[in-house]
């Protein structure tokens, strides 16, 4: 039977990108101008959103992450999308940075601890 502290902990999560995602398409709209501007940052959360996985890997998960997000998926957005960095991008990447933070120490606390 699955845990109600895993449960609770997905449904926690489902919430915490719904959020950030609505907020940062608001933000989007207005930095970008457009509404494709606010289109393109849902698109690097939800790909940012992806790459937090990697951050399970224990010990160089987070390592893992941050060189997916800068060496492969920041180019090819920017390059496709035709968005420069600005504070907005900034903060996205360093918010989930700091949750494949967590998740890393996580897994890794665990894998040490067997």
Known sequence: MVD??????????MVFSAVINAIA???GWFV?????GGLIIILLCAIYGTLTVLAIIPIIGLFAQLYAIL??????IS??????????TTLIFVIYM??????????TS????E
Do not use: C, H, N, Q
């Open 4 to 13: 109600d502290e895993i449960i609770f902990t997905s449904i926690a999560m």
């Open 79 to 88: 390059g496709s999308a035709m968005i420069e960095a600005s504070w907005l």
């Open 71 to 76: 060496f492969i998926a920041w180019p090819a």
């Open 110 to 113: 665990r894998f040490l601890k």
């Open 25 to 27: 398409f608001a933000l």
């Open 32 to 36: 970008y101008g457009s509404i494709e």
């Open 98 to 107: 700091l949750s494949g933070l967590v998740i890393t120490a996580t897994t």
